[in-house]
């Protein structure tokens, strides 16, 4: 809902998939949150593939990120708005350094899991709303995605279940403004 002020905030949740980042994202939408949504981008943009193993091209992984990043700062100028993606691509950068740049306050969250238990939690997915991929593939993302690790102003580590991943986010939301740091569940 928008709010009579100048500045809101912008919160990209980054990590491997199956850490607990779209459980957050659902949880802000909830709040009112706007949201942009890396895979539903995708689907978005390319229903014909929507649903498949295989890689995007490079031009439809292009046009995702300039969407993303075009939509994020256009809705920050009215709402709260939370980006879910894992970050492992190498346009994310560009994408990351384009919003900050925009939108102030802009925080950087890595929500991570082990990586068994995160590829055990996207092997239970609805496919209706998660994009299937092997294992290769998810291996591949969980390296890439950790070499951004050091960027973060905050990592979320969600080896629990929901309800303590919801809290250990909520504590660093909450508790001090954003503040910088690692909260583990």
Known sequence: MPRDRRTFMVILLIGPKGAGKSTLREWLEQRGWKSVYVEALYDEFDKARAHTVDAPSEDLRDLVYRTARDRMIEQAKTHDVVFDGTGSSFRFDAF??????????????????????????????????????????????????HKRLDQADAVIENNTTRSELLRAFQTWLFGQSCQSGYFGV
């Open 96 to 145: 990351y350094n384009a919003v900050k740049a925009a939108c102030d306050p802009c925080r950087l969250v890595f929500v991570d899991a082990p990586r068994e238990l995160a590829y055990a939690r996207t092997q239970q997915r609805n496919a209706d709303t998660h994009r299937p991929f092997d294992r290769a593939y998810f291996d591949r993302v969980y390296d890439d995605c």
